[in-house]
Each structure stands twice: as structure tokens, then as C-alpha cells.
């Protein structure tokens, strides 16, 4: 069903109404929109959690307390940096993605 | 049926409408010239005499988000608007016909600004009219009140199940005291079934609406939504075939008035025709070839009804009640010129926008435009006739 986001469809296979089941933006990857990718220097980082509060489109989990990062999900990240303008300590730098 | 008619508002039958078809949801912004329609209504809410969530909303964008809301919900929703109410929707518009929604809206039909104008012509539903909602013109009272019920059946028809806009003209019919015919709920329960949407928000089965289209889905879910307005026509036909039977009114997608052997046809939308009757009546005595052929169905436009009905004049004269400003057409015979343009033989199309703003509309006008119509060279006029204005 949520296939129409991002698929050809014929007029005829649309639902009616244009509707999908709820959650179905899991299934809308936009990790491939990037061209730039934040990188993070583990070393700097201080586990602010600012990443992870300003993200737009909250992709970054939580790695928890004994591994005390936050780690971007690469397959909705859309590159747009803010992490790395907001990041207290400057440890995220956003590089070229490479195909 | 009551046996007589009374005398009544036409605001106020069309708000008695909506309470016989047991709305469930109003959600409305007062503005002149619709603003004793949804005054009544709220009235009716609060006295108890229709049991409906009345949402007095902040706007008429937060209205018609409501009404889309509560439709998707499975709630019969009804509001009005005017002009610069319409004008705030426009976004909100556009949404209804892709999510399938009916919502019922009457609109009377005043000015756009500017110049700020409360009174009556149709430069509000052209603003809107590509958005995808099927659209009626009422010619009078009664119309009004059984066009209103008649929305809600075509709306909510599975096969249909889009929004729908009832236009009556402001003040010329919105403030009018006419005489009504008055059906009892039970005679309008009888004729409108309980609304059964084909699209509905529910917990047991939870769906996401208003969706991204992307440009892999956008084309086909606009033409799935055309398809869905084309189809329509049909089922408003036989719903005007059933509410005869069930009220014992005819009503037609197209009407004609001593059309059939008609040299001049004059081509117009709404409550003016009820004057253009009288005048046509005048020019008949005379022993002039002249009738009227009347747009009750805007959208979808009923083309070959149209074509059928006008097929045989060697004259047509389409009268506006808006001006497309930049191009020498108004909306009407812009399309009526374009429907006509690949047959071998078409009739001589000349165009007359009168009626701006609240500019009276009399039967003297009528009897120029015909005069107008039957010129030599009146087809091959470069733009359209602006009637009555002072230069």
C-alpha cells in the first residue's frame, strides 16, 4: 500500500482516496536524497544529545549509556547538516557521500 | 410533503435542509451573505432540533480542515461560506476531491475583492472552480432547499463521494423571503440513505490520509480524482430521476426555457434566469426566437447535455457573472467556445459579463443582449460585451 510514494502505479492500483496504512513512511527510505553524510568523531563527543534533539527528521538513536553516542540511521537521513551546526563540541563533520 | 408552501428565508430553508438531512458536523465561519444560514444552524444545534457537533472555528481554512476531518470520520458535514471566506479555504479546497471527502458547502456567491463588495455575481466559485468539487447552481427558493438535500445523496454516493458546492446567489436568493415546500424528515430520510463513506478514518482499521505524491504517483492521483468528478454526472442525473419520484420535482443537469425552437439561446448560471424567464416571456409576445438554456451542473460540465441542448441556435449569447481579467472571455464562454470549437457546424458565440459586484440584473439587459447576439459578426466579436458599464 505504501508503495505509491515512491513507486510508478497504474490510476486503476491507487487506493481510493489516496490513503495508506499508518506507519508506511518507515517503508519511504530517503537516505538515498544525501550527498552530504555526518560523520562523527566518537573521540570529541560528550553525549550531549543535541544531535539527536535537533535532528529534523529524528534519526538518530540513542546507543545508550555504555556505548554513550548517538548513531544516525543512514537510511532516512537526508544529509542536511544541522547536527553538525548545533554540535556543542564540533565533533560531527559532514562529508562527501560516495556512491 | 406539506400541502402549502410557507413563506421562509432561503438561508433559512437551506439551513431546515440540512437539519431534515441529520447533518452530523457543522463547522462554519460567519460571513455576509451566508451568515443567517450557519446562524440558524447553530441555532438549531442548541435548541436540540439537530444533534450535531456545531464547530465555531476560528477561520474558514480551519472550517474546511474540520470539514474534511469530520468527513473522513465518517460524520455527514455540511458548512457555507462567501467571497473572501472561500478565497481563505483555497488550500483546503483542493485537498477534499483527492481524499474522497464529501462535504456539502453552500456557497452564496458574492464578489471578490478588491474593491471590498458584499453583494452578489460568481467571481467566488471561479476562483475555485478546477479544485475538483462537483458544483450546482439553484435558480430560486425551492431550488435551494432541494438542491441542498439533492447534495448530500450525490456527494455521498460511493460511486461519487467527493465534496460538493451548492451555489445560491448572494441576497438575490440568500435574503429573499420566498415560498417553500417543506418536505418532513421522514420523507427526506426516505430519499437520502445513512452516509456509508468508502474512505474512513477508523481505530479498528486505521489508515493514513493526505498522503505525499510524488512525481511517480501525483499524475495518477490526480486522474484517478478527474475520473472520479467525470464519473459523477451519472449519478447526479439519477439522483434528480429519484428525487422526482420521491418529491414529484424535475430537475435536469442542463434546463431549458423555450429553448427548443430558439434562433438565440441566452446561456447563464443561477438566479438571473428566474429575470431572463420574464424577458424571454416578452420577446416570445414579440414574435422573437429567443430561450434560455441554464447551467444547473457546473462541475462536471455536462457537455453533451449542453451540446444537445443548444445544438440546433444559430445564435448563443453566454452571459458571465465574472470577468477572467487579461483574457477577452469570461469563464462561460470560454469553455463553451472551446467545447463547441470541433464541430462542423457551431452557432454564432458572442459573450456579455453583467451582473458585477451586485449590479442589478433586469430584464431590459436581456432584451439588449439578444439584440446583440443576432448582429452580423456578433461570433466574430474579439472579446466579450461588458454590459451597462460606464465608460
Redesign the interface.
Known amino acids: 500500500m505504501a508503495k505509491q510514494i515512491d513507486a510508478l502505479m497504474k490510476v486503476r492500483d491507487l487506493p481510493v482516496g489516496f490513503t495508506a496504512k499508518p506507519g508506511s513512511t518507515l517503508e519511504f527510505k530517503t537516505g538515498d536524497w544525501r550527498s552530504m553524510r555526518p560523520k562523527l568523531d566518537r573521540g570529541k563527543c560528550s553525549y550531549c544529545g543535541f544531535c539527536y534533539i535537533y535532528c529534523p527528521d529524528g534519526v538518530y538513536q540513542d546507543m545508550g549509556k555504555d556505548e554513550k553516542y548517538y548513531k544516525p540511521d543512514l537510511d532516512y537521513c537526508k544529509g542536511c547538516g544541522v547536527c553538525a551546526q548545533e554540535c556543542p563540541k564540533h565533533c560531527i563533520e559532514m562529508v562527501l557521500e560516495e556512491v | 410533503m406539506a400541502a402549502k408552501p410557507v413563506g421562509m428565508e432561503v438561508s433559512i430553508a437551506v439551513s431546515e435542509a440540512v437539519m431534515l438531512c441529520d447533518a452530523d458536523v457543522v463547522a462554519a465561519y460567519p460571513i455576509t451573505p451566508q451568515t443567517h444560514i450557519v446562524e440558524h444552524l447553530s441555532e438549531l444545534v442548541a435548541d436540540g432540533k439537530l444533534d450535531a457537533a456545531y464547530i465555531p472555528v476560528e477561520s474558514e481554512q480551519s472550517a474546511m480542515s474540520s470539514c474534511i476531518g469530520s468527513s473522513a470520520a465518517g460524520a455527514r458535514t455540511f458548512t457555507a461560506t462567501s467571497s473572501q471566506g472561500l478565497a481563505l479555504m483555497n488550500e483546503m479546497l483542493y485537498r477534499a476531491p ?4 464529501p462535504v456539502v458547502m453552500v456557497i452564496a456567491n458574492r464578489a471578490l475583492s478588491a474593491p471590498i463588495n458584499i453583494w452578489n455575481d460568481h467571481s467566488d466559485i471561479m476562483s475555485v472552480r478546477d479544485a475538483g468539487w462537483v458544483a450546482l447552481f439553484a435558480e430560486n427558493g425551492q431550488e435551494s432547499l432541494d438542491m441542498t438535500i439533492l447534495s448530500f445523496r450525490i456527494a455521498e454516493d460511493p460511486r461519487v ?1 467527493l465534496p460538493l458546492s451548492l451555489n445560491i446567489d448572494g441576497f438575490t436568493l440568500s435574503h429573499f423571503i420566498e415560498p417553500i415546500l417543506l418536505p418532513t424528515r421522514e420523507e427526506v430520510r426516505a430519499f437520502l440513505p445513512p452516509f456509508r463513506p ?2 474512513k478514518l477508523d481505530i479498528a482499521d ?4 493526505g ?4 512525481p ?2 501525483y499524475t ?2 490526480r ?2 480524482t478527474d ?1 472520479a468528478l467525470t464519473a459523477s454526472k451519472q449519478v447526479v442525473s439519477e439522483a434528480f430521476a429519484e428525487f422526482k419520484k420521491h418529491f414529484g420535482r424535475e430537475y435536469r443537469v442542463v434546463e431549458s426555457y423555450r429553448a427548443e425552437d430558439a434562433e438565440t439561446i441566452l446561456v447563464m448560471m443561477g438566479s438571473i434566469a428566474e429575470t431572463a424567464m420574464t424577458a424571454v416571456d416578452e420577446m416570445r409576445d414579440r414574435g422573437e426566437k429567443v430561450g434560455i438554456v441554464r447551467l444547473r451542473l457546473w462541475r462536471p460540465f455536462p457537455v453533451e447535455e449542453f451540446k444537445a441542448a443548444v445544438r440546433h441556435a444559430k445564435n448563443l449569447a453566454v452571459i458571465d457573472r465574472h470577468m477572467v481579467l487579461g483574457v477577452p472571455d469570461g469563464p462561460v464562454a470560454l469553455e463553451v467556445k472551446s467545447f463547441l470549437y470541433a464541430d462542423e457546424v457551431r452557432p454564432n458565440i458572442s459573450n456579455y459579463v453583467l451582473g458585477l459586484g451586485g449590479r442589478d440584473v433586469t430584464r431590459d439587459d436581456f432584451w439588449h443582449i439578444t439584440e446583440r447576439a443576432k448582429q452580423p459578426g456578433a461570433g466574430q466579436r474579439p472579446r466579450y460585451e461588458l454590459v451597462g458599464v460606464m465608460e
Open positions: 483527492v481524499l474522497r471527502t463521494s468508502i474512505v486505521p489508515i493514513s490520509i498522503l505525499l505524491g510524488t511517480e504517483s495518477e492521483a486522474k484517478a475520473d
